[in-house]
Structure formats: C-alpha cells, structure tokens
Nanobody
C-alpha cells in the first residue's frame, strides 16, 4: 500500500509560480511511475505530467508544456511539480498519483493505482 500526501497549493496571481510536493510512503517508491493530474469544478480529471525513474523519462500535457516541470527525489520519496507562468485556467485541485504496474508513462488516470487527497491551486487574474 502506498500513501500519497500533496502540499504546496494556494492562491496566487497570474504569472506567479508554485511548487507542489507529493510525499509518498512505501519502500519501492523509486520503481513507480509518478504522475500529476488536476480537476477543475465541472470538468474531468486531466493529465498534467508523469515521470519515470530517469530525468529524461517525462511526459507533459500540451497545456502545461514549457511552464510546468515534474521532478522526483527518490531519496526523499517525493515528487514535485514546479508550476511557472500560472494562468487562471490552471485553477483546479491537483492530485499526485502512483502507477506501480507499468514502466511506460500513461496519461490515463485509470492506469494509476494510488492517489493523494489533492491540493487546491487557485490563480486569480
């Protein structure tokens, strides 16, 4: 069983930056594919980014490419989402997720086995 706890959300203005953190329990964290998703009110859960073991093994949604960066520190069992140049349309609850079964990076939330409770990000115009 893996537990994920997100932190770092908040209220910011357009153009600001935020860094979300997701602390994971579990001895095999380094073997998981880690992902970030978000869900705005009335919308479906949306893939943001995913990261495998290697730094080059990343995948991003087009909507955040060039603005968001996913990283991980396996020694700290933590995955991060650095968000720059935030826009009002980035407002959502952000979730981290862990996929323990696959090595490929999936943008489909059904492929992920564990989820955090979410952290709210609000970007005002």
């Amino acid at each position: 069983q893996v537990q994920l706890v997100e932190s770092g959300g908040g209220l910011v203005h357009t153009g600001d930056s935020l860094r979300l953190s997701c602390a994971a329990s579990g001895r095999t964290f380094s073997s998981y594919v880690m992902g970030w998703f978000r869900q705005a009110p009335g919308k479906e859960r949306e893939f943001i980014a995913a990261r495998g073991w290697y730094s080059w093994n990343t995948k991003y949604a087009d909507s955040v490419k060039g603005r968001f960066t996913i990283s991980r520190d396996n020694a700290k069992n933590t995955v991060y989402l650095q968000m720059n140049s935030l826009k009002p349309e980035d407002t959502a609850v952000y979730y981290c997720a862990a996929d323990e079964k696959h090595y490929t990076l999936s943008s489909d939330y059904v492929e992920y086995d564990y989820w955090g409770q979410g952290t709210q990000v609000t970007v005002s115009s």
